[in-house]
């Protein structure tokens, strides 16, 4: 029989296979951090595919369509860092704690996920050990090396069609407790032609606000999670239309929850 | 009509397609500088798709399928600047000169490319204004901004079968009149388990060096051209591999042709 959960005892990541997570342009000079939790949809060897159909390895239930793509560009436009995990979310979503049942979920909205069923302690010890916390010592590394407090920005994605209902908005806007940033963002977005809103189609009462609680409120940084619905980001000319509408609206609110020194 | 090439007159690109070309991790430490030419399959509206099929329009014709993937993984883990072109090379390969036919193909391998036949003078300067003169601007300020001279290396890909041969390397390693970064490369390729070879499946003599030439040789800059075959970085699973392959390959030269000053 294929195991399609790993023996715990035996390493989740082989060497070639790289690290969990990753920083791009640590050394930016934006006053903001990216982050993109959602941004792969590899599974290592070691967990046989978890069984799932190529049709689920590849849907939205494995990763964020088009969100890395957007992250990278908009890295790019804005010259900030850019932490993002290697690693698929059905594997280990670094956006939920380990206590989570969602964390190493054993069914998504559409497919059941076999390599999570009746996971051991052990197993799921070992995909924090493996994934979730080198995740979250990146980035917690990345904002103690910045010069001055960063505003922290989460890309995230959803797809058009949820449980037989088609979603309208194209631009979610989420906050937690501090919404300095998303209200910025949300008079922002209305002259950008996107229809955007606040709290859409997730809020934090469905728990997808983990990494700005962690990371962003604790630190008392300014902090939002940005979603984009997945098919306008799933070309190369979506991508860039959106980073093109999405880039100055950032930088504006940056340039307000955090100025630069020349600017402050 | 639909007219599939612009008005000479009018913009390529629109402001909310953003710029032609970009860098990440413009101040990385590492010693290198990546370059990544064939990036994208975008081309602007304004050039209504080329006229092109969809097929057309997402085939390696329009793109080097994986490599950008591949570069951003690498500019990551070498913690190296990235300046990539973020237009299709149909619509302007930057790795070609503007005299050169080639630059804007009117015919690739298998596709015919309707909205480059019979380009006047004004829309081929037209295409070299809107993209590869900003892309070679961007490339030549960041390599002036290196505080010491880095090793130059373009990403490319390339098809396994071409022209109805199947083409049986991995990874190849092409120079121009400088093969001293290319050398260290082959001989570390040797333990890496790829089938790596010297100039293929191109070499200098196809016009493939442009970059090089221009951006690397003409500056004293050791330099390569790395060809990975598309099937082995089509996949997140494989571009993480080809990642951790050519990563310490890529840190070890890099080390020894530019030496951090700790070292030299």
């Known amino acids: 029989m294929l195991h ?3 023996d715990a005892e035996s390493p989740l990541l082989s060497p070639v296979e790289g690290p969990p997570a990753r920083v791009l342009n640590a050394r930016g000079a934006g006053r903001g951090v990216l982050v993109c939790e959602h941004a792969s949809r590899f599974i290592p060897a070691a967990l046989s595919g978890l069984g799932l159909s190529p049709e689920a390895a590849c849907s939205h239930a494995a990763w964020d369509i088009g969100a890395m793509d957007l992250a990278v560009e908009l890295a790019g436009a804005l010259d900030v860092p850019l932490v993002f995990s290697r690693i698929s ?24 996920i076999p390599g999570n069923a009746d996971l051991t302690p052990a197993q799921r010890a070992q995909r924090a050990d493996a994934v979730y916390h080198p995740f979250r010592q990146l980035l917690s590394a990345t904002l103690d ?5 960063p505003v ?29 940033a998303a209200q910025l963002l949300l008079t922002a977005a209305q002259g950008s032609g996107l229809r955007a809103a606040l709290n859409e189609p997730y809020s934090a009462t469905d728990g997808v606000t983990h990494t700005l609680r962690e990371h962003a409120i604790a630190r008392g940084l300014p902090n939002v999670m940005i979603e984009v619905r997945n098919d306008l980001i799933d070309t190369p000319a979506g991508v860039n239309r959106i980073t093109g509408l999405l880039a100055p609206m950032l930088a504006g609110m940056i340039d307000t929850l955090a100025p630069s020194e020349a600017e402050a």
Do not use: K
């Not at 989570?100 to 979920?105: G, I, K, N, Y």
């Not at 090396?145 to 407090?149: G, L, Q, Y």
């Open 4 to 6: 399609m959960s790993s």
């Open 89 to 112: 979310r059905l594997v280990y979503d670094c956006n939920r704690p380990p206590e989570r049942a969602d964390a190493m979920p054993a069914q998504s909205e559409i497919y059941t």
């Open 145 to 149: 090396t910045r010069a001055a407090p």
């Open 152 to 180: 922290l920005v989460t890309l995230h994605s959803f797809t058009p069609v949820y449980q037989g209902r088609t979603r309208s908005v194209e631009l979610g806007i989420l906050h937690d407790s501090d919404d300095r």
